[in-house]
């Protein structure tokens, strides 16, 4: 990897992720998924469902028949992460999983407990918990240290409640993209749009948060991507959510003096990160 990125204070802890949005092909094969599984509630209309949990939009689903495939050499989603508010909700996700399809990973990451699986058309989709902060581990200059262990899922399960839904809380943890080229894109979040460096240990990828959060968006190398994500189906833009109107121009002038397009409007700005993902940072 390339020389460290420094540290930022421009996104504060006060910066979180609102909604992301993909493409996909049919909506009554892939709604049924983030209904009755994710737990989320469903508002569809025509080609587009909105997803959410407590009354908040968290995944937007835009139907397009005829968006192609993503091939194996475009950049996009490795996965989404639903972050719900506590373990036995975590546990109640487990209980939708085992009913309805089945997982494709578990894993502690010592900062969190999660579940991963995929939906109908493929997506990667996370479903965790946070630990508390006081409990994450850091390293020597204070970033965070993440691994990958075993989750006790039968522990898990005992602390489920039987709630069919997600509940009140729950949001968008994180987005983890797959990327053509890891120094271009972590220059682009940390350098451009102001995130901090949170976790460097795993080959070929990077972690990079608002403030002191574990990660807000995951990066990596591992599928050796090495095309733009383009109009093919999956991710096709994400929300980073800051604080004030004083926030959202220091963004920008970041984006414009580091040579990037930037779209504005009264409350947000749009950017594309180096594969063409869309980035909205709004109010």
């Given at each position: ?54 009354g908040d939009p968290l995944v937007v689903l835009e139907e397009d028949p005829n968006a192609p495939r993503r091939t194996r050499e475009q950049a996009g989603l490795f996965h989404l992460a639903i972050r719900v508010p506590d373990r036995g909700a975590l546990g109640d996700a487990l209980t939708r999983i085992r009913d309805h ?165 009264a409350e947000s700005l749009v950017v594309s990160d180096p594969d063409g993902i869309d980035v909205r940072v709004t109010m």
């Open positions: 990897m390339t020389a460290t990125p420094t540290e930022t204070t421009l996104l504060s802890d006060a910066t979180h992720l609102g909604r992301v949005t993909l493409r996909v092909g049919s909506l009554d094969s892939v709604v049924p998924f983030y209904r009755d599984v994710v737990g989320l509630s469903i508002e569809r209309e025509d080609t587009r469902a909105v997803c959410a949990a407590g399809t089945s997982l494709s990973g578990a894993s502690d990451h010592l900062v969190s407990e999660a579940l991963y699986l995929r939906d109908p058309e493929g997506n990667g989709v996370e479903i965790y918990r946070d630990r508390p902060r006081e409990e994450w581990p850091r390293t020597d200059d204070g970033r965070v240290k993440m691994d990958t262990l075993a989750l006790d899922l039968e522990s898990l399960i005992a602390n489920a409640r039987g709630d069919d839904h997600a509940p009140a809380g729950t949001d968008l943890g994180h987005v983890h993209l797959e990327v053509s080229d890891l120094s271009r894109s972590l220059e682009f979040y940390t350098e451009a749009l102001g995130m901090n460096l949170r976790d460097d240990g795993y080959p070929g990828a990077a972690f990079v948060a608002a403030g002191d959060y574990h990660h807000h968006v995951g990066l990596n190398r591992w599928n050796e991507r090495s095309e733009p994500a383009g109009e093919s189906r999956g991710i096709d833009w994400f929300e980073v959510v800051v604080p004030d109107h004083e926030t959202l121009d220091a963004v920008r002038e970041s984006l414009e003096q580091t040579g990037r397009t930037v779209g504005i409007s």
